[in-house]
């Protein structure tokens, strides 16, 4: 099974979304969001940059 990404309201009434790989794992999870729009543009932000090359950075000292 494909991964997939799930939206819903949390207890501050916004809304969040996860993104949970085929096996039911949670990958990632997003901020809050004010609107249920905001978050759909939210999902369509990882869905386009979800092609970006990794990049390894140093710890901060």
């Known amino acids: 099974m494909a991964g ?7 207890k501050s009434g ?3 979304f996860r993104l949970k790989a085929g096996n039911g794992e949670v990958i ?3 901020q809050g969001y ?3 729009s905001s978050a759909l ?3 369509e932000s990882v869905r ?3 092609d970006a090359p990794v ?3 140093e710890k901060p000292e």
């Open 41 to 43: 543009n939210g999902i």
């Open 48 to 50: 386009k940059n979800a």
């Open 14 to 16: 916004g809304f969040r």
């Open 4 to 10: 997939k990404f799930e939206l819903y309201e949390d």
């Open 55 to 57: 990049v390894e950075v």
């Open 28 to 30: 990632a999870t997003s």
């Open 34 to 36: 004010k609107s249920k």
